[in-house]
Nanobody, 127 residues
Framework: QVHMVESGGGLVQPGGSLRLSCAAS????????IGWFRQAPGKGREGVSC????????DYADSVKGRFTISRDNAKNTVSLQMNNLTPEDRAIYYC????????????????????WGQGTQVTVSP
């Protein structure tokens, strides 16, 4: 059975850092493109960062470029999102997602493209 489970969310002060992790089971992440999405209260789900399967390229939302870094650890079957210099605007529920053989991370494909999802982890940025 396929599962993706996020962890690492929490409360952090502005300017602080968090590292989100997503553990996959029931499938091998190495064969999949991966993505991190977030959904703030009253807003739609938006792509934060994506990593393709085909060429390992990555892309980031403009709002997080230079602050967030996506990575995968194939040996552990996990993906991570390092988030630095967090601001209150980063407050949201963060979700990891996977799509088999994703060819391009450009523009971080929209949520309907992705097959597997985690349940989400809350990130709150507040003084």
């Amino acid at each position: 059975q396929v599962h993706m489970v996020e962890s690492g969310g929490g409360l952090v002060q502005p300017g602080g850092s968090l590292r989100l992790s997503c553990a996959a089971s029931g499938f091998t992440l190495d064969n999949y493109g991966i993505g991190w999405f977030r959904q703030a209260p009253g807003k739609g789900r938006e792509g934060v960062s994506c990593l393709s399967r085909a060429d390992g390229s990555s892309d980031y939302a403009d709002s997080v470029k230079g602050r967030f870094t996506i990575s995968r650890d194939n040996a552990k079957n996990t993906v991570s999102l390092q988030m630095n210099n967090l601001t209150p605007e980063d407050r949201a529920i963060y979700y990891c997602a996977a799509e088999y053989g994703l060819s391009s991370a450009y523009g971080c494909p929209r949520p309907h493209v992705w097959t597997y999802w985690g349940q989400g982890t809350q990130v709150t940025v507040s003084p």
